[in-house]
């Protein structure tokens, strides 16, 4: 069975751009959240969806959102980056929404000059 | 606001020694999750405690959870080089919003 797909690995953008990341949850997950970690904040919530429906979101700027399709597929976007939006961004998924144990895909490391 | 704090952040130790994670959350839950990083991966699920007074075993590692106390410990017995990482442990709230810890950073030495 194949685990959680982020991509890309690895991304840099500059100052002002706006990026895309995917996520691919293990087949028969319906629920995938993001995860920003940063070695100075730790690994912070994002936002959750499940059946293409945001169910929980995080303390972030309206910069940064998501979405999900109806294969479970999901993606986050961030606009107008900073620097402070470098961090390893972390999809996970589970079956539920409920307390669900989490796993994680690989990440995407965005760096942002 | 739940918290979750782990101590110590930084452990090193010697192979075949014993030692214990200690992770401390401040609003009731009855599940803890603790999670395994090597440097530059990803989380890997270690255990899922969902009740007080759980314990769980997988080798050299053993998690409990006290959950009056709302205390996590994950114990180490004899390490070894292979169980170097940093541990998390984790309290889910609302859905699947999940409150890390800071992390243990774990180095066995030889």
């Known amino acids: 069975k194949a685990g959680v797909t982020q991509t890309p690995r690895y991304l840099i953008k500059t100052r002002g751009q706006q990026v895309t990341l995917s996520c691919s949850p293990i087949?028969?997950?319906?629920?995938v959240s993001w995860y920003q970690q940063t070695p100075g904040q730790g690994l912070q919530f994002l936002f959750e969806y499940f059946s293409e429906t945001q169910r929980n979101k995080g303390n972030f700027p309206g910069r940064f959102s998501g979405r999900q399709f109806s294969n479970s597929r999901s993606e986050m976007n961030v606009s107008t980056l900073e620097l402070g939006d470098s961090a390893l961004y972390l999809c996970?998924?589970?079956?539920?929404?409920?307390?669900?144990?989490?796993?994680f895909g690989s990440g995407t490391q965005l760096s942002v000059l | 606001e739940l918290k979750v704090e782990q101590n110590p952040l930084f452990l090193s130790m010697q192979e075949g020694k014993n030692y214990t994670i200690y992770c401390n959350y401040s609003?009731?839950?009855?599940?803890l999750y603790w999670y395994r990083q090597d440097p530059g991966k990803s989380l890997e699920s270690l255990f899922v405690l969902l009740s007080n007074g759980a314990v769980k075993q997988e080798g050299r590692l053993m998690a409990s959870l006290d959950t009056k106390a709302r205390l996590s410990t994950l114990h180490i017995t004899a390490a070894v080089h292979d169980l170097s990482a940093t541990y998390f442990c984790?309290?889910?709230?609302?859905?699947?919003?999940?409150?890390f810890g800071p992390g243990t950073r774990l180095s066995v030495l030889p």
């Open positions: 609003t009731t839950s009855d599940r």
């Open positions: 087949s028969g997950h319906r629920s």
């Open positions: 996970a998924s589970s079956l539920g929404w409920a307390n669900e144990k989490l796993f």
């Open positions: 984790a309290v889910a709230t609302y859905g699947q919003n999940f409150v």
